[in-house]
Nanobody, 115 residues
Framework: VQLVESGGGLVQPGGSLRLSCAASGFTFSTYAMSWYRQAPGKERELVAI????????NYADSVKGRFTISRDNAKNTVYLQMNSLKPEDTAVYYCRVLIVLRSYWGQGTQVTVSS
């Protein structure tokens, strides 16, 4: 199993970024995928999750209405569109898949929201 995130960077408050997570080594279309984030000195927290078919999603309250998770099963990729970014969104963002009770994580991508 391999998960590779990309798309992070430095953005001003109010700006947007789209993160991508390219997956391989498992049957992507049959598993829920999720995005987590970890800010300095804080625990890793769930940001959003999308079920295998893509029609069911859930979000942390802190990002509802601003972030959108989506997936392209043909490309084995999950996305996180982040709009109206705030300084408190600054964190390393990870994608995760749970397969047979084992978690697999990507290496993470840094998102910094600052003026």
């Amino acid at each position: 199993v391999q998960l590779v995130e990309s798309g992070g960077g430095l953005v001003q408050p109010g700006g947007s970024l789209r993160l991508s997570c390219a997956a391989s080594g498992f049957t992507f279309s049959t598993y829920a995928m999720s995005w987590y984030r970890q800010a300095p000195g804080k625990e890793r927290e769930l940001v959003a999750i999308i079920r295998s078919g893509g029609s069911s999603t859930n979000y942390a309250d802190s990002v509802k209405g601003r972030f959108t998770i989506s997936r392209d099963n043909a490309k084995n990729t999950v996305y996180l569109q982040m709009n109206s970014l705030k300084p408190e969104d600054t964190a390393v963002y990870y994608c995760r898949v749970l397969i047979v009770l084992r978690s697999y994580w990507g290496q993470g991508t840094q998102v910094t929201v600052s003026s």
